[in-house]
Each structure stands twice: as C-alpha cells, then as structure tokens.
C-alpha cells in the first residue's frame, strides 16, 4: 500500500501490483493458496483497496505442493500428484522449497481440483495470475503422469495448467478478461490468454541486448506478448543507466512490467533523475494505449505480432534480417533501444522509406545507417512517413482511458496518396467485446491528390460499448505539409489561430499552421475539433495551383 500511495503522490501511472510467493507466507508453503495474514492481515480490505485506485492484484501460483503446505494432504488423498513406478505419490526431497510433490495436471481430475483453488480468490477481486515453474522447473525422468512418462508429457505440461486456469475463469468470471502471466508453454499458448516473459534474466548489459531477439522470435512463431523483466531479475548490483535503459525499451514492449529479486524494481527507489525519466517513459506508454490497443485487437483477430522484426514489410535481405537490435513497433514505429548503459548513442539501420524522428520531428532518408545520439533520457524511436499514429493525452492508469481525447499524428510522404489505418476501442472489460461486437472500429484515412491533402475516420464495424463517449475532442498534426491556401470541415472554412496558445484558447473548429526554419525539420498543420462518438468528419487542406515541382 506504501509502494502504491508512493506512485500516487509522484503521478506515475500504475496499474497492477504482482506478489511474489510471500502472500501464501514463504517457499515452505508452496502451494497453500491462502494468504499468509501474518503479512497480509486484510488482503481482501487491501484488494477493494487497490481495485478502488484501479490497481489490480495479480497472484503467483505454483504447481509444486510442498508437505508443509495446506493443500498436500487433500491433494494427496485424491491421487492427484505424479507417481513413482510402484504407484505412491513421488515426493521430491530435493526441491528448493523444500519437500514437495508435483501435480499431475494431466490427469483431468487433478485440473478440476487445482480450478477450485482459483476459484477461491477469483470470487474475491484477484484480477489475474502468475503461472511460474511449470517447465516444470524439476521434473525427474522415472515420474509418472495419467498422460504418460515425463518425456511424453514435458513440453505440453504447461499446456495443461494453462487450460485449467482458463476453465476455472470462465465458470467463475465469465465476463472479465483472464491476465495469465506465464514462464512456460508450447505452440498455441496465446490461445489461453497467456503472457510469457524471457525467465530469470541476468541484470546485465547482455541481459538486456538479449531481450529484443528473444522478443522477436517468439513474436514470429505466433506468441505476440513476449516480455522481461524489465530491470533483470537477478545478478549484479543496482545500477541506475541500466534500469533507465531497461525501463525505456519496456515502453514498447508487449508488457511493461518491472521485476527483480536483491534490488527494488520499482521507480520510486530509485534517484530524482532516473525517477523522472522512468516516469515519462510510463506515462509515454499510457498515452500510445490507442495505438498499442488497436495492435493487440489485430493481434487477436489476424496473429500479426505487436513487435515485429525491421523486415517485416520488406526488403527481406541479409542486410534486415541480420538486425536484432532494434525492431519495427506496429508498422509505424521503428524502436532503437540503447542497450549498452554506459553509451550516449547507437548505430540505427532503417529500412526503405522516408523516417521522422520521432523526438524532433527530422526527416531521415531510409536504407540508411548512421549513429544517433541518446543521452540518457531518450531512447531512439522512428516514425515512418505516411504513417498515421493515434495517442491519447496523459493519464493516471489504462483504467482512464476512455476514447474521448486523441492526438492524431500524420507523418506525411508525399509520394503515398492514400493511408489507411485501424484504430480499435472497447471498454477495456468485458471478455465479450469481439463476439457480441460491443467495440468500435475506425478507419482513419488520409488522401493526397495536387490540389488537397484530407483526413477522415469513420466507423467502419461495431456497436459501440457501454460507457462510450458521445463525441470526441480530436487533434490532427500533419507533420511535412506546406501551408494550404485554405482549410475545411465537412466544406466549412476552418479559422486559422495567430500561435499556438490561441489554437488551444479558440472556439473549435481551429487550425494552426506551425512554419519551422529548418529545411530538415519539417512544417506543421495542427487542426482542434470535436467528433461524433462514430465520426469525425473530413478535414481538407487546400493547396491552391501548384507548380511541377
């Protein structure tokens, strides 16, 4: 609750607390499933707690039931452990916990026991869970499972454990999303609403570098929500440049989520000017949740990945397909993390295209390699031209985000006339979002002919969801566009506002044109309206006669 009011009163967005295995008590009660209420003398006062700030509670569970646990017993008297060549259950006397057996989750009578002990804590406010050692961690060759020997079983065991926390949430929890964060699995694990990370990572620069090709990998073999543990796990003192690194590649990947064992992972242990950079980094994260979101609805719809390796749209060549230092974000967003802490730079290669970045807005040419400066408080990021990136304004946590205020951002190349992007909202709840279509999908389009230059988002599919905004507060950016002779809504003439504090300060509809100096640092066509909750109209920037050039 300290760590919680800690981010409160510094405004970092948070949005669940995981506990490890000291809310059952300690290694000792692996598998006890009850709350340890010597440490937690009102867990389920702190859960309505947490849940009223819209901070979840997630859980660790184990498939390990050590003899000192309150399950062992109950477990024990119905079969349910894996056994020995004789038939008795086979009791580990070596595992680290201390002595314990493994359940065989393949025998279907042992995934219906262990549904029952989720089903305790999902009635009271648990919104997900962590699913760890199920390789499983220890797992000797003369065991015995329902499903067969241990070579038989090995690599789909998790598999099983998967499916019984999926039934125990549909029966109990029909219409919430189930957050299963996961060591372990096999091909089809996304199926079970699964969320693996890369394991026990060293807290090292090597650790880190290794965490965008492992990220990839499993991105391409159908699995899109690999992540780390952001920090590293275990290994090495605390060293600020490196969480700093950490925690800015953390922003653009599947899962944020900060973990370590001897060394705090949160923000809030760390100093003043890390704390801050961190802290922008997470609220970054918070404000790209209309792009990301609309990347997991078409991760769940058509398995494209969230990260993608630099060749995913082309040109497959050994030059791309060798780079596993930075990855494509979407298709609209280039990622350079910098993974050595020491260094204030990297070297970036970018595919073919015209690239903006992201920072400063400065064009750069594709099929490029150069070295980009990266003090410690930017990590490189790239947005490709003719691209369209819809982000939402601060927040305190997802539980803010609503819909109703987007920043729309339009890299512009001139020679792409037409862009089509998807931007996906729903409640951010219910399980039934896509099935009973209570979501709302948009079609957000620009179009380039030589007399104008258009913006336009419309829904395209959906009924809408509880909860939605009747109308949206939009602001379209244009970045490298020249200034139009006139500009319109739905064939209405839009004022043009004198500076920037009267663009915000005027009646909408209002645009404002931003003249740079710089021939690199493009111009800038910003445009304030309101919306229907399924429509924003067309804009249109008129360019007058043009010339050849």
């Known amino acids: 609750m300290d760590i919680a009011d800690a981010f409160d009163s510094l405004n970092i967005p948070l949005d669940a607390i995981v506990l490890d295995l000291y809310w059952f008590g300690d290694k000792a009660q692996m598998g006890s499933f009850d709350w340890d209420t010597k440490q937690f003398p009102d867990p389920l006062g702190m859960i309505r707690s947490l849940k009223k700030r819209n901070i979840h509670t997630i859980l660790i569970t184990e498939p390990y039931f050590t003899k000192e646990s309150k399950e062992y017993e109950d477990a024990e008297s119905k079969g349910l452990f894996t056994k020995h060549a004789n038939g008795a259950s086979y009791l580990m006397n070596d595992f680290w916990a201390g002595k314990a057996s493994l ?6 009578k042992a995934q219906s026991w262990m549904s029952e002990l989720y089903s305790r804590h999902i009635k009271t406010g648990v919104s997900g869970w962590w699913l760890d050692l199920g390789e499983p961690e220890m797992h000797p060759l003369d065991m015995k499972h329902v499903g067969g020997s241990t070579l038989d079983v090995h690599n789909g065991y998790s598999m099983q454990w998967m499916n019984s926390l999926k039934n125990a949430h549909q029966q109990y929890a029909p219409n919430d ?36 090709p492992i990220m990839l990998g499993m991105s391409m073999s159908g699995v899109g929500y690999m992540h780390s543990d952001l920090g590293g796990f275990t290994g090495g003192a605390k060293h600020e440049r490196l969480y700093t690194r950490w925690m800015q590649f953390g922003a653009f990947t599947p899962i944020m989520r900060a973990h370590g064992e001897g060394v705090p992972p949160e923000p809030i242990y760390y100093s003043d000017s890390v704390k801050t950079i961190v802290k922008y980094f997470i609220q970054l994260r918070m404000q790209f949740l209309p792009y990301n979101y609309t990347l997991a609805y078409q991760n769940s719809q058509f398995g494209t990945p969230l990260a993608r390796p630099i060749f995913w749209n082309g040109p497959i060549n050994k030059e791309f397909i060798d780079v596993n230092g930075e990855y494509l974000w979407g298709n609209d967003l280039l990622i350079a993390p910098v993974t050595d802490p020491d260094s204030n730079s990297r070297k970036v290669i970018l595919p073919p295209g015209i690239w903006f970045d992201f920072w400063t807005n400065y064009r750069i040419p594709g099929n490029s390699n150069f070295t980009m400066p990266a003090s410690l408080n930017i990590m490189p990021i790239f947005a490709k031209g003719g691209s369209i990136i819809p982000l939402a304004f601060p927040m ?17 190349d001139s020679s792409i006339k037409k862009v089509e992007r998807d931007l996906y909202l729903d409640d951010g709840l219910s399980s039934k979002s896509l099935s009973d279509e209570y979501y709302r999908l948009f079609k957000m389009q620009t179009i380039e002919d030589e007399t104008s230059l258009s913006f336009s988002m419309k829904s395209i599919a959906g009924k809408g969801y509880a909860g939605e905004a009747q109308s949206r507060l939009l602001i379209v950016k244009w970045i490298n566009v020249s200034k139009p002779t006139k500009i319109t809504l739905d ?4 004022p043009l506002a004198k500076d920037e504090q009267s663009f915000y300060q005027s009646p909408m509809p209002i645009a404002w044109f931003k003249k740079t100096n710089d021939p690199q640092l493009p111009n800038e066509m910003h445009v304030r309206l309101i919306g229907g909750k399924s429509q924003s109209g067309t804009i249109i920037m008129h360019k007058g006669k043009t010339s050849k050039k």
Do not use: E, H
């Open 177 to 212: 999303r189930l957050f299963n964060l996961i060591r372990s699995g096999g091909p089809g694990m996304q199926r079970y609403a699964t969320f693996p990370w890369s394991g026990d990572v060293q807290r090292s620069a090597s650790g880190l570098k290794a965490q965008i």
């Open 491 to 494: 064939g209405k003439n839009i």
């Open 396 to 412: 305190k946590n997802t539980a803010s985000y609503t819909g109703d205020s987007l920043l729309i951002l339009c890299f512009r």
């Open 103 to 108: 359940l065989d989750l393949t025998n279907p």
